[in-house]
């Protein structure tokens, strides 16, 4: 059984910063691809970011490229994402996924998921 728990969500404003955390616990998965996706009211799940296992590879949708990072501690069991010159389009739900996925931005080949949180970031 392995258990994903997001927090750092919240209302910020246009502009400003956020750090999700994605701890993990159950099972180690040092050796999963992680990813964040989000969700926006009546949008389709959509890819953020992914990590490899070692924390090397790690891509980005175009959307957020060069204002989001993402990194994983596995000593933690803990990813990261670093949300900066945040926009109003960012507002959504974001989740955390883990899974070998044959195609990282396709959210359906991630395994475990967890039950997300909402960024809200105003104008």
């Known amino acids: 059984q392995v258990q994903l728990v997001e927090s750092g969500g919240g209302l910020v404003q246009a502009g400003g910063s956020l750090r999700l955390s994605c701890a993990t616990s159950?099972?180690?998965?040092?050796?999963?691809?992680m990813g964040w996706f989000r969700q926006a009211p009546g949008k389709e799940r959509e890819f953020v970011a992914a990590?490899?296992?070692?924390?090397?590879?790690?891509p980005y949708a175009d959307s957020v490229k060069g204002r989001f990072t993402i990194s994983r501690d596995n000593a933690k069991n803990t990813m990261y994402l670093q949300m900066n010159s945040l926009k109003p389009e960012d507002t959504a739900v974001y989740y955390c996924a883990a899974g070998r996925p044959d195609n990282y931005s396709d959210y359906k080949k991630y395994d475990y998921w967890g039950q997300g949180t909402q960024v809200t970031v105003s104008s």
């Open positions: 159950g099972r180690t998965l040092t050796m999963y691809f």
């Open positions: 990590v490899g296992w070692s924390g090397s590879y790690g």
